[in-house]
T-cell receptor, first 115, second 114 residues
Framework: EAQVTQNPRYLITVTGKKLTVTCSQN?????MSWYRQDPGLGLRQIYY???????DKGDVPEGYKVSRKEKRNFPLILESPSPNQTSLYFC??????????????FGEGSWLTVV | DAKTTQPPSMDCAEGRAANLPCNHS???????VYWYRQIHSQGPQYIIH???NNETNEMASLIITEDRKSSTLILPHATLRDTAVYYC???????????????FGTGTQLKVEL
């Protein structure tokens, strides 16, 4: 089954304690990205990656890092989390290019609370 | 990407067709219309997309006006499980990563009732 899998799904952490949210897809997609969703602000893109070792900033990259060492994985790293990073996070993936094959698939989300 | 306008909420009786409108009057010739939905706080789910022709799949139908300035998503027989926020997104297909970003608006909260 085609999937985008995120872990953990729920996490409560303390300010300043580094954490990583993992994302893995099994569809051989070149493109992967991270969004956060906040009430009243909708979904906003954090970072994206066109392929292995190619990453770029989205709309709200401050306070986040990413890496793309393997095609299937795209972890989101919070080096020093702060309470304003409390949010619902989604990983997404797709093929690159035009056409129907470019549908973007989302993971189930990761609830992160920073206290 | 062009901006979209959707009604904030709609109600539909179970078993009836749900018709969700979207205005995208500034759409460009190379921009597609995509529909996603989000049930509670689950990951957004792809529904359908189109460029200029009407499209149908197992989930829904997409009707795009001839001038492409608006579209309607049709759920032919809505069920309680179709209660969700529906997002209409206009998206240009590029070969660069920027073309893969989805810009979500506030969407339409569809409530399907008995």
């Amino acid at each position: 089954e085609a999937q985008v899998t995120q872990n953990p799904r729920y996490l409560i952490t303390v300010t300043g304690k580094k954490l990583t949210v993992t994302c893995s897809q099994n569809m051989n997609h070149e493109y992967m990205s991270w969004y956060r969703q906040d009430p009243g602000l909708g979904l906003r893109q954090i970072y994206y990656s066109m392929n292995v070792e190619v990453t770029d900033k989205g709309d709200v990259p401050e306070g986040y890092k990413v890496s793309r060492k393997e095609k299937r994985n795209f972890p989101l790293i919070l080096e020093s989390p702060s309470p304003n990073q409390t949010s619902l996070y989604f990983c997404a993936s797709s093929f690159v290019g035009q056409g129907a094959g470019n549908t973007i698939y989302f993971g189930e989300g990761s609830w992160l609370t920073v206290v | 990407d062009a901006k979209t306008t959707q009604p904030p909420s709609m109600d539909c009786a179970e078993g009836r067709a749900a018709n969700l409108p979207c205005n995208h009057s500034t759409i460009s010739g190379n921009e597609y219309v995509y529909w996603y939905r989000q049930i509670h706080s689950q990951g957004p789910q792809y529904i359908i997309h189109g460029l200029k022709n009407n499209e149908t799949n197992e989930m829904a139908s997409l009707i795009i006006t001839e001038d492409r300035k608006s579209s309607t998503l049709i759920l032919p027989h809505a069920t309680l499980r179709d209660t969700a926020v529906y997002y209409c997104i206009v998206r240009v297909m590029l070969l660069t990563g920027g073309g893969n970003k989805l810009t979500f608006g506030t969407g339409t909260q569809l409530k399907v009732e008995l």
